[in-house]
């Protein structure tokens, strides 16, 4: 392939959002959107719009919520669902190939409250992405790892670390849970080409006035491995969607790779 552009979008609900997502894309023309959060099931999913706008979609659903998908302008293959042996039906991970390069499209769980099963299942879903990638792969290959990640790495990632300090998205046991995957084999594409604060991908709708105020988190990313870093010319955020009537509480992080 020659340059390609690859987004991440939580949509909260594709057929919701869908269209702002079909303007986005007549607008942008990415090459590879990764979807999350779709909140369809499989049959339901809206394979003909993506079709009509000219992407090949591969996607795994659940009614209501949770759902990943992928939409690209390039054959897509080599698809899989799921980690191995997971403990919950949940449609949370997409990996498939495009050309050289393999995606991992993940919707982590969000895990509630940091005293709940829900975040002790966040960490062991982390523990278990971690072993999939270090039993599957090598970080030489050409891997993008993209999605909603429910986690904001730094200090700089959230709008108020201090008062954050023990929310489940910014836990220092989840942190460090994303940083071990990280230190595998991955560079964060956009901090790779970004170091400013205030660089989010997240407002909470219920926080009034969370996006005109800019108090938001970067929960959304693309990390890539060695060879595609290398290639990584351009990584960034595209509120465009998030200011659209309806809009999702996400808006697109969009990274750019020359051809290789």
């Not at 990764?34 to 809206?46: G, Y």
Request: glycine share 6%; aromatic share 12%.
């Amino acid at each position: 392939m020659a340059e390609m552009k690859v987004a991440s979008f939580n949509v909260n609900s594709v057929r919701t959002r869908l269209p702002i997502v079909l303007a986005w894309l007549r607008e942008r023309r990415p090459d590879v959107l990764a979807l999350q959060e779709t909140k369809v099931q499989d049959e339901n999913f809206p394979r003909a719009a993506f079709e009509e706008a000219g992407y090949t979609c591969v996607f795994r659903g659940q009614k209501s919520y949770n759902g990943v998908a992928l939409a690209a302008r390039h054959e897509i293959g080599a698809v899989e669902f799921g980690l191995p042996d997971e403990p919950r039906e949940e449609a949370r991970l997409l990996k498939a190939r495009l050309g050289t390069m393999i995606v991992v499209n993940t919707y982590a769980p969000q895990g509630y409250l940091a005293d709940s099963d829900r975040f002790r299942h966040k960490l062991d879903w982390y523990a278990r992405l971690r072993n999939y990638f270090r039993t599957y792969f090598s970080p030489a290959d050409p891997i993008l790892w993209v999605g909603d990640l429910n986690v904001a790495p730094l200090p700089i990632d959230v709008y108020d670390p201090v008062a954050l300090a023990g929310h489940v998205c910014y836990h220092p046991a989840v942190r460090e849970a994303f940083e071990e995957i990280v230190r595998w084999g991955f560079t964060d594409a956009f901090r790779l080409h970004c170091r400013e604060a205030g660089q989010y991908t997240f407002w909470d709708y219920r926080l009034r006035g969370a996006l005109q105020r800019n108090r938001g988190w970067r929960l959304d990313h693309i990390l890539a491995t060695r060879p595609l870093a290398e290639r990584c010319t351009a990584c960034y955020i595209d509120l465009e969607p998030r200011l659209a009537p309806h809009p999702s509480d996400h808006t697109p992080i969009v990274a750019e790779f020359e051809g290789g």
